[in-house]
């Protein structure tokens, strides 16, 4: 049996707005896994060599549960214009790019590199719908440490003329796909991604479908990001009701299905999600950016609906997830006062459990430090922050850190037990 | 005569709304000052050394015309409280240790190398009620290349235990202070600072509203942050029917004044503000976190109003100055949801000119690359960001590096002509 030992001030977040802290803590592995979170060390491992972190703070690492890896290219630009107009401009040209393979291998690593280095180890991601291209992006998040599904898109219509591939192409690239990548790497499997119902067509919905259910598939999306687009919706799918009914009548919404955005998801809607056990990804800053809306997390949360956090960049102009946690943190104090102060803001443990745990659950794990996962976790060096007035307690520290931690303050990360940082 | 010269592309912002881009251009200053934008080297130059910037970027610095000094050292703690909590567990303690000149220059020292490294060279700072520290404050900023002005804060009521003054003491102190720090320092002077209508007696505006006129100073306060602190100006003030007027009557509201917040300012009081030429100091992200609401901004600039930006640390808890415009654009992109998309939200022109040029105004300057300024300045390094998929024009490269730049993307700064990064 091989024991890893890691001492620090260890802070979880076993459950939606709760922390456990453990000052000067032991977080111990066997053979790879959690055994669990200790104040002393148990007699067993005193012989057990101890990685010790000393005053830093170790926590659960970041899960990004919806972002577009090729516009990692275009992030932070074109923010001034309207979706449509951002999307023709920028989105379609920049993700077409990604024909060429030595390109998406400069900017794939790059990615990879800058995640791993902001201690996000967990991610959902949209590829180009190259299907090399998207060999190329496992490949590289393999390569850096990170774990999670990477999907080619699927987008047969409504794509406009530089992006897009007919249902014959996208069905057969998809096969092809999953053929050579299911088995491929260790972290990374394939997700199934219709891009969104408008560029779907009614065929390669119900192709996906039925390959999501033979070959036992996740699926991610999007749903009610904004108000034209359900419109639009409506407007293809006259015997649905609401929007998520375009994918359900398809196979495509279960309790393997993430679902970017939900800004707009009403209470029938939303109840749909739950009931269905689909997971809501978040990405409260692409919502602002793009002049969406702001989603209604507290109501999702609240009722039962399992919400998780996304940066998806670039409508997102933030890839590190610290960030991302505390955009959502505003984006709440924002619906706090659209509501007129009634609907309560997300705490910063609540939002950093969205970002973290809530996530992870996503991937089949318990999160967090839960005993019998591998670890997944990153080390906080505090010490550049402004010298404080007061000893801070590490509760405060932790919350301090979410607020200012940049990739140069994190320490280490680890990946599905691995040290990758 | 001394002639210098800088070279790269050049991105001035010398209108609301407005850029005007020279790529390649040579940046001319004479004795100091600033000659003009030429896109090719007039002949009179040739023989003047240049310093070559060769791809990157030049823009005017920026300008935080609102932010308090001390609580450097709380930055992103205590985001979860209210207001009132937030005041007393944090801020007042956190104020009141700067009691320690020792711990002052520790965390002044701190704080103005961070906001030089972030592009800041213009301030208008709440320094603690302490004169020393005060003085440490101004002479760290000096040192560090700052220019503008500090205030030793007046709270003579209201204040809680820790942090406050009789008003004896504060009225001893602030004269004092005026005397030893009016001519100290070259670029660093000073401004009266009453905390804000509640914590004044009507004693002590009156006399800070007699020392404004003596001694030709400048004034800056808080207005309107939050709707119980208007409701509670009320009761103060009942001879008063809008907050503004209780620093009307006593001549702390003119043309020399910085006003932060005005969140809640309806027209008459925005009206009042324009007519008495009066500044206001936008502070979206200290708005958001303390759940205080969203400023009128777009209406503000319509009306014509001057706006300019505050990163009203700790309240906000973002020091650096192209975080806080992007705050400002997407606070109101949050004002456009709220309104039902009726207001249009700033584009990052628009709120990069809010950044700089606008308040740069307040210091008597004309902002930006105006002839006869000294040279305030930025150098970005964008060479770090992700690879684009297009070549990226000089425009898009200017609005990519508001969204994106850190203090490592910053090569180079100038402040009043002088190198200071």
Redesign the interface.
């Known amino acids: 049996m091989t024991v890893q030992i890691i001492k620090g001030h260890i802070v979880d977040a076993p459950a939606f707005g709760k922390l456990a802290i453990t000052e000067n803590g032991f977080l111990i592995l066997e053979n790879g896994r959690i055994e669990g979170v200790f104040a002393e060390l148990p007699e067993t491992y005193r012989n057990a060599p101890v990685t010790d972190y000393a005053d830093k703070l170790i926590l659960p690492s970041f899960a990004d549960l919806h972002m577009h890896a090729p516009q990692?290219?275009?992030?932070?630009?074109?923010?001034?214009l309207p979706l449509l107009d951002w999307l023709n401009t920028y989105t379609f040209?920049?993700e077409?790019?990604?024909k060429d393979t030595a390109?998406a291998r400069?900017?794939y690593r790059?990615?990879a590199k800058e995640m791993i280095d902001n201690g996000t180890t967990r991610v959902c991601a949209f590829s180009s719908l190259h299907r090399e291209s998207t060999m190329i992006l496992m490949e590289e998040f393999e390569k850096a440490g990170m774990t999670g599904y990477v999907g080619k898109v699927n987008m047969d219509r409504n794509s406009g003329d530089v992006l897009t591939e007919t249902t014959e192409e996208s069905m057969r690239e998809t096969t092809a796909w999953l053929d050579e990548a299911s088995d491929q790497f260790e972290h990374i499997k394939p997700v199934l991604t219709p891009r969104f119902t408008p560029t779907c067509s009614n065929e390669l919905m119900a192709f996906l479908g039925k390959l999501a259910e033979e070959r036992n598939l996740p699926v991610q999306s999007h749903l009610s990001e904004n108000t034209s687009e359900i419109a639009w919706v409506r407007e293809l799918h006259p015997d649905c009701a609401q929007y998520w009914e375009s994918y359900k009548k398809y196979g495509l919404f279960n309790e393997r299905t993430v679902m970017a955005h939900c800004v707009h998801s009403d209470e029938r809607e939303r109840t749909a999600m739950r009931e269905n056990g689909v997971w809501v990804a978040h990405c409260p800053?692409s919502n602002?950016?793009l002049?969406s809306?702001?989603a209604p997390v507290r109501k999702m949360v609240n009722e039962g609906v399992r919400v998780t956090l996304g940066s998806d960049i670039a409508g997102g102009?933030l890839l590190a997830m610290p960030q991302v946690v505390?955009s959502a943190?505003?984006a709440s104090?924002?619906k706090?006062?659209?509501t007129d102060?009634t609907d309560d803001?997300l705490?910063?443990a609540e939002a950093f459990y969205l970002g973290t745990t809530a996530g992870a659950k996503f991937f089949g794990t318990n999160g967090g430090f839960a005993k019998g996962d591998t670890l997944h976790a990153i080390v906080v060096d505090d010490s550049a922050?402004?010298?404080?007035?007061?000893k801070?307690s590490v509760t405060?520290r932790f919350?301090?850190?979410?607020?200012?931690m940049?990739k140069r303050d994190i320490a280490a990360v680890y990946s599905d037990g691995r040290k990758v940082k």
Do not use: C, H
């Open positions: 990692y290219a275009m992030l932070g630009t074109g923010m001034d040209k920049t077409a790019a990604f390109y400069e900017v790059a990615l800053d602002i950016n002049v809306g702001v102009a505390t943190i505003r104090k924002m706090r006062i659209q102060w803001f705490t910063v922050f402004p010298t404080s007035a007061q801070l405060e919350e301090r850190a979410i607020y200012l940049t």
